[in-house]
């Protein structure tokens, strides 16, 4: 990707759009963590595929429907939630901005939506928890199964409602802009719900780079849906699977006491080529939608983006990297103008579409690709 | 869309087709008018979708079917048009050249065809209509049905001979091209044919703003079929309905009393990513043009543009930015060259195509996409 | 189309493609000459739909067949040819080089290819036949049927073995190049052919200009194919129709007398957005193909289109720009160079695909879009 | 294809891809050694044509199926290789690098792959036997068959497990970058495994410019399948066929004796607009990958490439280009580094995959185009 030539008005400018976060967040950020948060597995694809997968489908909006107000609220996991988009989990947020996972989950909170904090968290799951509403937790299964239950309990305790396990990172996919930058966890971060658990089992040494060691290490490379079955059984809370893409595995996934799916390629960090998420989705949906929710992250950008996402079976909608820049611009403040955005834009495209509650939304409303 | 750089030379010679007035308007018109006349809602890719459509259709020609001298002409609720190009609605005309409204209606009469004129024109109904022959009103619904009907009233004893009823704007599209230019309408314009209105319901300050403000909280989000039924049977002029994409929304508008269909997504100002209106065209005809004419807007540049919506089932076609564009370049001159360039092109399009008169413009001349 | 920014070094290079002799000729025509024989028909989307067809085909080839030394002879209209690659007919070729159609002509002969002449030739009819071997007439049938009848006399007095009757003129395209350089022929060029006709109709000033007006006055909007039919019954010599695209006006053409058929859209310079001709061909293949011999012309540059277009079921090609450029670059070296390194890459593509004669090419051999 | 514009910090950059080795050979490399080994026939239509048809295909990775470790071993004609990536052959590697075929060779040994000897090799086949492990010889076979005996007894004795007999190649393409280099093999580089043969049969002066002349005039253009039978019986060496792409050819090839199939149109590089190789796999792999093992080249630069051609049916892939440019950048360093690159990628994307083995790898796991 080109470094940023976008003039410095452009970035002083209210920004009107997502992607707006991300030309201000480039002019800011250092090239190695912008492209650590940005960057894609080898040719990117994946990543560009994700996004193009949107611009295929088009609207058959309704009129006349008399639909005004929309109402964006669902219901999740018995949850209410303000509008049909979460965040999703992203690792060490205080690089994008020193008030890391606080600020964002604090926004996240304000706007009336899930905040799912990653394993790889820079501020501990305790500390955010004082902080948000409602609030997922990102499991990474470790070897040492007793740190898995470990950080499986210590979420419960800290009040999160919901562990996203994560099942697309079996070992790291290959990152080139980090290979090329010889990137790593800059000093003064550290993974801080693994500072404990590597304390009592890693060596004295605590710095950062062995925690990052100690994680790849750690990462468990053989889950199998047994291993679904033995954490939805460990724990209270409800187990979702975020990471699928294929239909017999959603099934699976739900047969092994998943409470929920996230159709996601890890937004192109994973497996290069991977299926665009939005193509993958309708499989999905259609063989467990009718049991579990779905939701999908990947390339989301837009209030049409996630309208069309709804209209295909997801109940809701998670993103990444766009609220990460908004981050990285404004801290709290930067998301929380992001999130009011898609709102606007959502509730404005439902008027538009004709449609007033979110299951309105059918495939009928869209011309396919 | 990047600022022009075409030298002067090709901005003085003479158009030689439609979107030579573009080029030519963008050199003389202050950014924020010319960006609020080109833009459309977010990405703009309803805004693209509507021109690709064109160009994925081929000719099949005929040969040495005799056609020569084709017969522009066609019929509409009633009257004889000379050519299926009608100039579509488009608020404030004064913006782009001082004679507005007065111009472009003189030249489409001069062209013989239909001018219909915006809600939000920058000149008084009454006022278009002493100049204009064949002249539709264009009407937007208000919360305060008396106002609604005095525009209608007052709409047919000026003698305007349709109402087309937009029903895709139940609030406004998100123009960003307006938001980063922080555009609102300039001193000196204001929207004559609200102004009585406003004087007898508003405030005492009429300044354009209050205006604009006035329109947008009188507009009624929440239309329905009923509406128009009411409307329908309120005045003796035929209703046709603007913005429709869909055929059981063209369906339901004919059982409510429309006289005809305009296929539109608004120039891709509204929804964005709404369906291309060249490829929502045929099933809105297959389910209601045996009953009324349908008509079709958004991305007409050509003669051929026009030959393959007809071929495709549609009587007319409109245009919006073309006519915009004209008038700003050369006042009621340009709009009169614009409509000149394009009844030559579809003159020797048709002969070509071996037609002579449009209803023998069918699917058979296509090849599709 | 950009001006050329080719260096000197690469058009002085020897051409090794049909291509690199466009490149050439755009460095020393005169623009408006150049954009003459260049352009196409307004947005020139038929142009470039006639060239962007071949690349939508692959091959199959095959292999261990044997082939060698291939045979690129054929047999059309009871003559033998060296090759599919038969001489277009094209307007004004002394505009391209001074020794015009009498060099083209020649450098046909040497390769055993036809050469098929224009009613708007730079050279006399009968100047050309003493140089040319198998010559073609290109017809266009004016208004005063004497005026066709003594071309079409005088061709077959002067040993024109066939007439190509065109079909797709019935009133000139738009070429927007000439429209903006307000291109007429130069001083010094006129149609040679309608000089002994005008003398006789027309005024007393027999400038290029009064020519050019005569011609365009002349030409008979109107043609049916009962004039197809009135013209094969008029004359001794076969006549192909030249234009077709459809598979009902091919069965129509063969009715009414045709001998042969040449599915062409004249170089994408009359109807814009004309399917492209290699779209076309099949189904007039399939019609007419076991009757007559079908010919295709538009876009050919390479030695594999006119395979492709062979394996779809032409009897040979005709090319048209290319040898204009060759024309202007060397003259009727140029032209026999360009065909020389068609007939080189023909007889390569043809071993390679394991093919030994041009009846063996079939649609077997690609792999379609 | 452009001078490079990489900045010389890319090049000095370690690789991280197959591609990196390109960008820094074309910087290193005389323009006609670059362009030799770069290009392809005509409009390099077939070049590219191989490499687009792997963006089209997407993965529908698995998930949860507790692959790890992934072997990536398989067993081709009775030997077991370290992975599915084999070395093709390839001309004149010492044009790329001092070292040439030799550490080429090496390289491939030491990473348990083939190293396929080409007939026109700069190192005799003889010297690189004394150095590489599994070896098979890629064939040409000449006019005078008992020079084609010599070379293939020769391999035999020297210990290679294979003959490729190359079948695309009656004749050379027409590579116009040679052309326009007017390319020809250097001063101090010869066909090695031709000198004896040439010594015997052909002229006193025995420059390699005789050499590729008499390597022309012997190539055999008219090979089939009763070449292919004579071959098979002469030889204990069991037969590929390389250069196929169709089904019945492979079938034909099979009953004739082949032992294997490489689907492949030589990079390319002889005839132009050839089907890709991934595009003409399946048909190929449903005729004849029950009854012997096909290989797959062309357009091969990653490992998940690799893992779609496997995907559709191929046993193996083999490589070109990449390996030569890794050749030319550190000489046999250069092809270990690229080799465990591949492997590296295939190993990882394997895992994301959920996949152990190559035999697992099935069209279910992919997405069509």
């Not at 990102?138 to 396990?165: M, N």
């Not at 699976?252 to 192109?268: M, Q």
């Not at 295909?312 to 609220?323: D, E, F, K, Q």
């Not at 495209?349 to 299951?359: I, K, N």
Request: proline share 5%.
């Amino acid at each position: 990707m080109a470094e940023s030539t976008t003039p410095a008005a452009a970035i002083d400018a209210p920004p009107v759009r997502a992607e707006d976060f991300e030309v201000a967040a480039r002019a800011i950020l250092p090239k190695g963590i912008y492209d650590y948060f940005a960057g894609g597995a080898e040719d990117e694809a994946a990543l560009a595929g994700n996004r193009a997968a949107f611009a295929r489908w088009r609207f058959r909006y309704r009129v006349l429907t008399g639909a005004s107000d929309p109402d964006l609220s669902l219901e999740l996991l018995g949850q209410r939630f303000a509008m049909p988009v979460q965040l999703a989990p992203a690792a060490t947020q205080k690089m994008a901005h020193p008030d890391g996972e606080l600020a964002a989950a604090k926004a996240a909170t304000a706007a009336g939506v899930v905040y799912c904090l990653s394993t790889l968290s820079t501020t501990s799951m305790e500390a955010v928890a004082s902080a948000a509403g409602v609030r997922w937790f990102q499991l990474y299964v470790f070897k040492d199964r007793g740190i898995t239950t470990e950080l499986v309990d210590r979420a419960a305790a800290a009040g999160y409602q919901a562990i996203a396990l994560t099942v697309d990172t079996p070992i790291l996919g290959r990152r080139e802009r980090d290979l090329r930058n010889a990137f790593g966890m800059p000093a003064g971060f550290q993974y801080e719900n693994l500072v404990g658990p590597l304390a009592r089992a890693g060596p004295a040494d605590l710095g950062q780079s062995a925690l990052a060691q100690y994680f790849s290490f750690q990462l468990d490379h053989a889950l199998t849906f047994k291993d679904l079955e033995w954490l939805a059984g460990h724990t209270r809370l409800p187990v979702l699977v975020k990471g699928v893409v294929r239909a017999d595995d959603a099934r699976r996934s739900v047969s092994a006491g998943a409470r929920g799916v996230i159709v996601s390629n890890h937004g192109g960090r994973q497996l290069d080529y991977s299926i665009a998420t939005l193509d993958a989705l309708p499989a999905v949906v259609d063989e467990v939608g009718g049991d579990v929710p779905v939701l999908v992250d990947g390339g989301i950008r837009r209030g049409t983006d996630v309208l069309k996402a709804l209209a295909l079976g997801a109940r809701s909608v998670m993103i990444g990297r766009p609220y990460l820049w908004a981050l990285a611009v404004g801290g709290g403040d930067g998301v929380r103008g992001l999130l009011e955005i898609l709102r606007e834009e959502i509730a404005v495209s439902m008027s538009l579409l004709g449609v007033r509650r979110l299951d309105e939304l059918t495939p009928d409303l869209l011309a396919g690709p």
